[in-house]
């Protein structure tokens, strides 16, 4: 393995993303489905981009998001869905518009009970706990997260009610009608607000492996 020459060193200045530019092309820039690289593009389960090259916008989430809905329904998955973010800078801006569209379209969704940062495989532990005690109502999941990327990307991953990654022809299918959004536009695909749709989550607590309700609200987050 080769150790950077940085390793162990302050930041170059050089290296630092800038957040509040990313933040902002999140919401502002609109992607053009006509442009290979500014579609839906999933690699090992997920979609991965940046806001300034118009590959990881607020309308890639909104338009995923909708299609994962509407996989559930076709492949009959009744259950929660469990999510979770990292820290890279756009996950949080994406963690809100998933969490929009999912309360509108009715999906029980848990989060976690401390609003943290979720580990990749506390999403996956979690989908195969209640998998094992609920058969009759499989539970899936979304990490907000493009792993290992720079961190001027961001990310938006898709485990199936196996636990993840998902395979091929789910992928295939979450992404072709996610493009298919895409192209009609995203702008009558149902929303609810951001605070309203994080405050009636259902908060997880991944290590007693049991759900609670919010006792409180959080102020609103940048959205709609």
Do not use: C
């Not at 989908?127 to 990327?149: C, F, Q, Y």
């Not at 702008?187 to 994080?198: K, L, P, Q, T, V």
Request: overall charge neutral; charged content about 20%; cysteine-free.
């Amino acid at each position: 393995m080769v150790i950077s020459e940085r390793a162990g060193r302050p930041a170059d200045l050089t290296t630092l993303v800038d957040v509040d530019a990313l933040v902002g092309a999140y919401y502002e820039r609109l992607p053009d489905p006509t442009v290979a690289a500014e579609l839906v593009a999933f690699g090992t389960s997920g979609h991965r981009g940046s806001s300034l090259t118009g590959s990881f916008n607020e309308a890639h989430i909104v338009a995923t998001t909708a299609a994962i809905v509407a996989f559930r329904q076709a492949n009959r998955i009744g259950g929660p869905l469990f999510m979770g973010r990292d820290t890279h800078a756009l996950s949080e801006p994406a963690f809100v518009t998933a969490l929009e569209v999912l309360h509108a379209a009715g999906v029980d969704v848990r989060i976690d009970h401390l609003e943290g940062f979720t580990p990749t495989p506390a999403i996956s532990h979690a989908i195969l706990t209640w998998n094992r005690e609920h058969p009759d109502a499989l539970a899936d999941g979304i990490v907000v997260t493009p792993s290992h990327n720079p961190p001027g990307d961001g990310g938006f991953k898709y485990d199936p009610p196996t636990g993840g990654p998902a395979d091929s022809p789910t992928t295939v299918a979450i992404q072709d009608a996610a493009n298919a959004l895409l192209v009609d536009g995203v702008a009558d695909i149902a929303r609810s607000s951001g605070e309203r749709a994080r405050a009636v989550a259902v908060r997880h607590d991944r290590d007693r492996a049991r759900p609670r309700r919010a006792r409180g609200r959080r102020p609103a987050s940048r959205g709609r």
